[in-house]
């Protein structure tokens, strides 16, 4: 199965966003990674439901919606209607995420849950059959351009060893510093999906770029 490639928005040109969005309509990208980031959770700022609406509006591909946010729970109804086709809260932002992944659920759209580095693999043991994607941060999350994190190949190794024993259809997609180089170790070590920002949008050929990360 060819890898997913999840351009990240919060990398395009904030003054052609509906430029940018096309460009990815005509590429071989398969989703919008969208990053959402509220300065609680993380120390940093991105954007809210009037931007998400804006691209949905131009979108062709689902919307992959990243809260990089405190108390998901409250807002996934109001994602749901901004346009997120797939819902990913961080585990160490949820107190009960069984039920968070339930309510994703209920609003139609795919659950998934983002590990930060420091966080094991393990903790998911008794919700992997629920989800439809697990996220791998590879950098520590709220800012782009940072350098990958080595461990991350090896947590994607551990995630799809749990995923086969449990029997779980969990997609494990990796966040942060993905280029040809680490993008290549992660779809040999399980990784069914990754997310770029930078290394697409900072080249002279996005689309071609793009190409690229799809041959992995």
Known sequence: MAT???PSILSCDFANVQRDVE????????????D??????????SFGFPVIEAVKRHATKPLDVHLMIANPDQYVADFKKAGADILTVHFEACTHLHRTIQNIKAHGMLAGVALNPHTSIEL?????????????????????????????????????????????KAKIEVDGGVNLETGALLVQAGANALVAGSF???SANPSETISQLKAL
Do not use: T
């Not at 309509?25 to 990674?33: I, T």
């Not at 959402?36 to 700022?45: E, K, S």
């Not at 919700?127 to 941060?137: A, C, G, K, N, S």
């Open 124 to 168: 998911l043991e008794d919700v992997i059959e629920d989800l439809d994607l697990v996220l791998i941060m590879s950098v520590n999350p709220g800012f782009g351009g940072q350098k990958f994190i080595q461990n991350a190949i090896y947590k994607v190794g551990q995630l799809a060893n749990l995923i086969h024993r449990k029997g779980s």
């Open 23 to 34: 460009m990815i309509n005509a590429s071989e990208a398969d989703w919008f990674h969208v």
């Open 200 to 202: 697409v949008f900072n």
């Open 36 to 45: 959402v980031m509220d300065g609680v959770f993380v120390p940093n700022i």
């Open 4 to 6: 997913i490639i999840s």
